[in-house]
């Protein structure tokens, strides 16, 4: 049973121009999420969190915007850079329970 | 430099052996993590301690075991008992007040001899 989704798993988007990666998530009780980015090879960064109380969270060229109604959450990173070619990653976890549930990653791909 | 030591890189295993990766942290976090990555997958939890001398099963344990004597260091054992070792193995420690990220070291991959 997958509770966290990532249903693209790549993505390709022209260097400059916004990208938009997507996550949706089954169990309700879900209520702090996170972002990483994963090179090959190489352990996942964390790039940016949203806590259930809040529908934006934004940083830099990154926001996360969360649909807790339509159990969505997505990445969006403007203007998209070389450097951001990489496997993101969602999370999430609930209440004080540390374990994280992950989705499978999309890879996203900047042409240039 | 805070950050998570993984060693080594890269690891390989002999039928029937045993093999320890190690893991270190000096960010002073309580809680560490021990992950698997298979190929198009996303990660799947080994193991988990949140304080000192204690530790919970992940979704996939067996087959694997671990220590947790100093707060510093999370040692993973991958036993003969596993029979499809080869992976990418991911530590990761966080904070446990309130929701803090994990952070991750660089992984060490396992193969088979």
């Known amino acids: 049973d997958q509770q966290v989704k990532q249903n693209s798993p790549s993505l390709s988007v022209q260097e400059g121009r916004i990208s938009i990666l997507n996550c949706d998530y089954t169990?309700?009780?879900?209520?702090?999420f996170l972002w990483y980015k994963k090179y090959p090879a190489e352990g996942p960064t964390f790039l940016i969190s949203?806590?259930?109380i809040k529908d934006k969270n934004e940083d830099g060229r990154f926001t996360v915007f969360l649909n807790k109604s339509a159990k969505h959450l997505s990445l969006h990173i403007v203007p998209s850079q070389p450097g951001d070619s990489a496997v993101y990653f969602c999370?999430?976890?609930?209440?004080?329970?540390?374990?994280?549930?992950w989705g499978a990653g999309t890879k996203l791909i900047i042409k240039p | 430099d805070g950050g998570i030591t993984q060693s080594p890189k890269y690891l390989f295993r002999k039928e029937g052996q045993n093999v320890t990766l190690s893991c270190e942290q000096n960010?002073?976090?309580?809680?560490m993590y021990w992950y698997r990555q298979d190929p198009g997958q996303g990660l799947r939890l080994i193991y988990y301690?949140?304080?000192?001398?204690?530790?919970q099963k992940g979704d996939i344990a067996e087959g694997y075991s671990v220590s947790r004597e100093k707060k510093e260091s999370f040692p993973l054992t991958v036993t003969s008992a596993q029979k499809n070792p080869t992976a990418f193995y991911l530590c990761?420690?966080?904070?446990?007040?309130?929701?803090?990220?994990?952070?991750f070291g660089d992984g060490t991959r396992l193969s088979i001899l």
């Open positions: 169990n309700s009780m879900f209520d702090y």
């Open positions: 999370a999430a976890s609930s209440g004080s329970n540390y374990q994280l549930i």
């Open positions: 960010l002073n976090h309580d809680a």
């Open positions: 301690s949140q304080i000192v001398n204690d530790f």
């Open positions: 949203i806590s259930s």
């Open positions: 990761a420690s966080s904070n446990t007040r309130g929701n803090q990220p994990q952070h």
